[in-house]
């Protein structure tokens, strides 16, 4: 008995051991980041012989600084990613919780081919898309407008499987005696599952927001100057004559304000929206 209480406080040990190393890994570039971004531009030139760990206080200077090039306008990238995330989540959110619906409750010929069909793009590269989107977005007329952002990932495949799985929970039993007391299909979908979908739809909410907040690729194909996103942006300051890291650094700070207080405002119900698909009744 005593032996096998120190084995689980063994254990316990090396798996706390373990979360504190993992957790160490990923606060640690945020925290260098964040100094780095209060730093002056002497700082990044002798980093090899003094590294300072501890804040500065040439943040806004380097803000400034950021502001004043003219090749980006960074502080608009901010707004044209911050307005192309939130518009793309919410109109996703719409697409994948109907699409996980129809394939959780309803019955329909070739159903499960399509849903895996729909599954398997998960594994096509954006590299290998980036050529045929641009020939259908150029034919449409949406070249250099946030439109060609959000149109062609709406439709999420994951957000579509994560909902589905979701979705299943749904007592068959609670949605036939709605219709049996006249509620129509949209009102199954809006008033019954969407209700009971909130954890989850929080939880695939900061999926998409991170997916559309992260695009990089598409964006630098489709996008002219004046419609950047902030990974286009940030590729301009690497990309240029002259590499301020500074303001490279005050980008790449800014960059995290909205991905924190999206998590921030949604964490709680991430964990369980992201289990909740997860477990067999």
């Known amino acids: 008995m005593r032996k096998s209480t120190r084995d689980e406080a063994i254990w316990r040990?090396?798996?706390?051991?373990?979360?504190?190393?993992v957790?160490?890994?990923?606060?640690?570039?945020?925290?260098w980041i964040i100094v780095a971004s209060t730093l002056p531009e002497q700082a990044f030139l002798t980093a090899g012989t003094d590294i300072q760990l501890l804040p500065g206080s040439h943040f806004f200077a380097n803000l400034e600084a950021l502001q004043a090039r003219e090749s980006?306008?960074?502080i608009q990238s901010i707004g044209n990613s911050v307005f192309i995330a939130i518009v793309y989540t919410l109109l996703s959110l719409v697409l994948c919780s109907m699409g996980g619906f129809a394939f959780a409750k309803y019955e329909f010929t070739f159903k499960e081919p399509i849903f895996y069909a729909i599954l398997a793009t998960l594994t096509?590269?954006?590299?290998?898309?980036?050529?045929p989107l641009f020939l259908l977005i150029s034919q449409m007329g949406l070249t250099n407008s946030y439109w060609a952002i959000i149109l062609p990932w709406a439709a999420n495949p994951l957000g579509i499987f994560l909902m589905r799985q979701n979705m299943k929970q749904i007592p068959d039993a609670l949605l036939e005696s709605a219709r049996i007391d006249g509620a129509t299909e949209f009102q199954l979908y809006y008033r019954?599952?969407?209700?009971?979908?909130?954890?989850?739809?929080?939880?695939?909410?900061?999926?998409?927001?991170?997916?559309?907040?992260n695009l990089f690729l598409f964006p630098l194909v489709v996008l002219n100057q004046?419609?950047?996103?902030?990974?286009?942006?940030?590729?301009e300051l690497v990309g240029a004559q002259r590499?301020?890291?500074?303001?490279?650094?005050?980008?790449?700070?800014?960059?995290?304000?909205?991905?924190?207080?999206?998590?921030l405002f949604l964490q709680r119900h991430f964990v369980s929206g992201i289990l909740a698909g997860s477990v067999k009744e």
Not at 200 to 210: D, E, G, K, N, R
């Open 23 to 31: 957790t160490l890994l990923m606060v640690v570039p945020i925290y």
């Open 124 to 131: 096509l590269p954006i590299q290998l898309l980036v050529i």
């Open 192 to 213: 019954i599952a969407l209700p009971t979908m909130k954890s989850s739809l929080a939880a695939l909410a900061i999926v998409l927001f991170l997916f559309q907040w």
């Open 13 to 21: 040990f090396l798996g706390y051991t373990f979360v504190l190393l």
């Open 243 to 263: 590499v301020y890291y500074d303001q490279i650094m005050v980008a790449a700070a800014l960059s995290i304000i909205p991905l924190f207080l999206v998590f």
């Open 72 to 74: 980006v306008d960074f």
């Open 226 to 235: 004046g419609k950047y996103t902030i990974p286009v942006a940030i590729n």
